[in-house]
């Protein structure tokens, strides 16, 4: 599994080579590709490079100290497809057992109802 500072870089090579050939980053570039509260320098930013290629999420043509030759890999980009599906599934589930906590919950208070309307009938019957 990747951390999540290469997700998030994985994720901005992902969004700038959607037309699905090797594109020119500068590293500075790469860098801004963060959120502020993940910063990074160069050499982070370098080893997250390193760490994609090496599990074979993108396909690194050429990198030097200001610049690097990248395109995101069939596995980089199923990696935000299969996280898509992992959410729809989550969402199902968490609206199913919502359903079945409410089917209860008047199960259970439809019930209680029976048992009190039963006991009222026999105390006062008696």
Do not use: H, W
């Not at 910063?39 to 997250?48: I, K, P």
């Amino acid at each position: 599994m990747l951390d999540k500072r290469s997700l998030k870089l994985l994720e901005y090579i992902d969004k700038e080579c959607q037309s699905g050939g090797y594109k020119v980053f500068t590293t500075k570039e790469l860098i801004s590709a963060f959120p502020e509260e993940e910063t990074a320098d160069e050499d982070g930013v370098r080893e997250c490079v390193r760490t994609l290629a090496d599990r074979e999420y993108i396909s690194v043509k050429y990198q030097d100290d200001a610049e690097v030759c990248l395109m995101p890999l069939s596995k980089g980009r199923l990696v935000f497809e299969n996280r898509l599906d992992d959410e729809i599934e989550k969402f199902r589930a968490e609206r199913r057992y919502f359903i079945f906590s409410f089917l209860g919950a008047m199960a259970g208070g439809f019930i209680v109802a029976l048992i009190v309307a039963a006991v009222l009938l026999l105390a006062g019957g008696g």
